[in-house]
């Protein structure tokens, strides 16, 4: 069973920083594209930031300059640095991946349970 798990919500005041991870496990053969996107209450998801399996990265204007995703291949990981965090920042964080499972398998789309980013003003 594919799973990702996000890790590193939390609380912070305007300004400061958080750094979200999202862990993919399970029976991997490759992971294409990961991305992070975002949810606040009452509003619909919105994509934050993707990144390609060769490290292409895109980011929502509302965030760009602010925050950086990466990745790490060998742990199957993504990663989103978000500085400069701004009270509607607040919302649900969820990471997405695009994974085969094995050779033959077609390429899925995984989510993960989500992570709660609140920023005070």
């Known amino acids: 069973q594919v799973q990702l798990v996000e890790s590193g919500g939390g609380l912070v005041q305007a300004g400061g920083s958080l750094r979200l991870s999202c862990a993919a496990s399970g029976p991997i053969f490759t992971i294409g594209a990961m991305a992070w996107s975002r949810q606040a209450p009452g509003e619909q998801r919105e994509l934050v930031a993707k990144i390609t399996s060769d490290s292409m990265a895109v980011y929502a204007d509302s965030v760009k300059d602010r925050f950086t995703i990466s990745r790490d291949n060998t742990k199957n990981t993504a990663y989103l640095q978000m500085n400069s965090l701004k009270p509607e920042d607040t919302a649900v964080y969820y990471c997405?991946?695009?994974?085969?499972?094995?050779?033959?398998?077609?390429?899925?789309?995984?989510w993960g349970q989500g992570t709660q980013v609140t920023v005070s003003s």
């Open positions: 997405n991946a695009n994974i085969k499972r094995s050779y033959t398998d077609y390429l899925g789309s995984y």
